[in-house]
């Protein structure tokens, strides 16, 4: 029987685009007696391949391992799928790129579900809802309190075209949530924007309030909260059928539910209505 089978070396153009050296989460280790629950291939036999991208807490390296909800995710599949996770730090810019082209089996870190991204990669089915969510020292709640402010977020949210009409040259980017945070602790920006888990993770032990910014139509993100996907090898078929698979499971064992708690995330995060895209 054919199960996890592909001779391409992991990550060969890694390097060029990676922010860290590859990494294997020793938590995945595989008994020889081990049995997957579904037949698919992967870019390196016998290992799960992933693009992991600097967003707590949906996915970040800690002590060597992968952690976050995304990763926590992805250890429960490997584990009942019979892998080892060997994973490379992306920015969310080369991400993409790196599942579109089949160089990584999947990518993580809170991604959402968008038409455009659909278009090249293959999306899981909705993993958690995220709601976009506002840093700052006086809890700032509305688009109109960001006017005439240093506003900064982080790179390739949906919301990113619509605050800069909006902002101007108010708006800076950031490749990744950690960076957006520093500079808000340091006085460089007034306001940071972010999903709700990473900015409850940004704003842990500081004296900066998080509030769920108000829906408002100039900025569209805020109508209605984003659903994120795991970003998927669209070469893969075979994977996507057993990834949705699993997220179905843990959606209805309760396991889904315990990961977004234990990362900062409430249960109602789960609840992610029908699938859709923005």
Known sequence: MKTHRLSAAVLAL???????????????EVAADCE??????TVSEGVLTVALTNTPPYSFEEGGQAEGIDSDILKQIAAD???????????????????????????????????????????????????????????????????????????????????????????????????LAQDLTAGRLDIGLDGYGAAAQ?????????????????????????????????????????VDEHIGAMREDGSLVTILEDNGLPASAAEVGDARLI
Request: charged share 25%.
């Open 36 to 41: 997957p629950a579904h037949e698919f291939e």
């Open 202 to 242: 940004s704003t842990e032990d500081t004296d900066f309030a998080i509030e769920v910014l108000e829906s408002d139509p100039r900025v569209p993100a805020t109508e209605e909260p984003s659903q994120t996907s795991l970003l998927l090898d669209p070469s893969n078929d075979a994977l996507a059928t057993a």
């Open 14 to 28: 890694g390097s060029a685009v990676a922010l860290v050296g590859c990494g294997s989460d020793s938590t995945s």
């Open 81 to 179: 799928e019979c892998l080892t996770i060997e994973y490379e730090a992306y920015t969310y810019a080369t991400a993409v790129p790196a599942v579109e082209t089949g160089r990584v089996d999947v990518a993580v870190g809170g991604f959402y579900r968008t038409a455009a991204r659909g278009e090249v990669v293959t999306l899981s089915a909705p993993v958690y809802l995220d709601e976009l969510t506002v840093m700052s020292a006086d809890g700032v709640s509305t688009v109109d309190d960001l006017v005439g402010k240093q506003v900064g977020t982080v790179e390739g949210y949906l919301w990113v075209d619509a605050l800069r009409e909006l902002l101007g040259d108010d708006l800076r980017t950031y490749p990744d949530s950690l960076s």
